[in-house]
């Protein structure tokens, strides 16, 4: 059986062209023991993929040039020498960029049995969904009736972090550019900022004027304006939950500091980064508190969706566009 995948050919210095990315086609061998195949139907696309394109490791793997790339996809076993996995089982597993993947069974695992859309084990359900939830309960300690600001808000991780951060009862307000994304938040009952055009200066006054009182969790997905803005704003005994700093994954040159961050002292705030693998051990809980909840339609999630293998880098480039509302997918 033949598989197409996409690679890339370089190691890219700013912001990634589409000619970076080469599709192969190549015949799979014949599965060993204890491997499955799995026809994959969604894929996921994620900021987080920049940083392996840059051939140096940092919490993960470099991608190899050449050879597959790799992400979070879903799908379903067509073929299986693995015992605990069958014909027709829904999956998930990161040997994503491809349309026929053959891997391992102990690195794929069953889709849960919650009633949702496959694709919302990606997104909602999935890792953006996972990164969200930690970021506010474990990192940032959220408590009933915190005042909360998020960069990036109308984005996969951001999207849920509002959502479940406004169930918990304080002022939630939401930092995005386009028009669209700001309505889709203010739709929700979140107070909406547009740090579009905006210095530091501006987006602290803005910010100031949708929360008074001042913000206890800043949750980070961006850097920047935003995160200087953030400092600014955020209450004695403030934390900060960071996440991912898009602005500048693609800098070509290291990027300044925040200006402001003698912020963390006068204020007495806590600054930390986390990422996700370290905490999915929590994941069973954090499906058990919102699984129910999507199933029942009381938390609201988006998905910018791009059809065929083809246009798996075209979707990945768009997240540096800000073009996708939501979780990015590509539908195979």
């Known amino acids: 059986m033949q598989s197409r995948y996409f690679s890339i050919h370089d190691f890219p210095q700013g912001t990634p062209n589409r000619e970076l990315f080469e599709l192969h086609e190549t015949e799979l061998p014949a599965l060993a023991e204890g491997e499955v ?11 987080y993929m920049r940083g392996r394109m840059s051939g140096v490791k940092t919490y993960v793997d470099p991608f190899v040039i050449g050879e597959p790339l790799e992400g979070a996809a879903v799908g379903e076993v067509i073929e299986s020498r693995d015992s605990r996995l069958a014909v027709g089982d829904k999956v998930r597993h990161m040997a994503g960029w491809r349309d026929i993947a053959q891997l391992p069974g102990d690195q794929v695992e069953p889709l849960p049995s919650i009633e949702v859309p496959e694709q919302a084990y990606l997104g909602v359900l999935g890792m953006p969904g996972m990164t969200a939830w930690t970021g506010l309960n474990r990192i940032a300690e959220m408590r009933d009736g915190d005042n909360v600001l998020v960069s990036a808000a109308s984005g996969a991780v951001g999207s849920l972090a509002v959502q479940l951060a406004k169930a918990r009862g304080g002022t939630v307000v939401g930092i995005a550019g386009a028009p669209e994304k700001l ?3 203010e739709s929700h009952g979140i107070k909406a900022v547009s740090y579009r055009d905006r210095d530091t ?33 955020l209450r004695t005994g ?38 996700i693998f ?34 798996t880098p075209d979707a990945f480039l768009a997240l540096f566009e800000g073009a996708n509302t939501g979780k990015m997918l590509v539908r195979l």
């Open 37 to 47: 195949r799995i026809r994959n139907t969604w894929l996921s696309v994620d900021p």
């Open 183 to 185: 309505e889709w938040l």
């Open 201 to 233: 200066r501006q987006l602290t006054e803005a910010l100031t004027a949708a929360c008074p009182e001042g913000f206890d969790v800043y949750y980070e997905n961006v850097g920047g304006v935003c995160l200087e803005a953030a400092l600014n704003t």
């Open 238 to 275: 403030g934390r900060i939950a960071v996440c991912g700093m898009i602005a500048h994954y693609n800098a070509e040159e290291s990027a300044p500091g925040p200006s402001n961050l003698a912020m963390l002292l006068i204020r007495r705030l806590r600054m930390q980064g986390f990422i």
């Open 278 to 311: 370290d905490h999915w051990a929590d994941y069973p809980r954090f499906l058990e508190e919102v699984g129910p909840r999507v199933a029942r339609g009381e938390i609201d999630y988006t998905e910018t969706v791009e059809e065929g293998l083809e246009r």
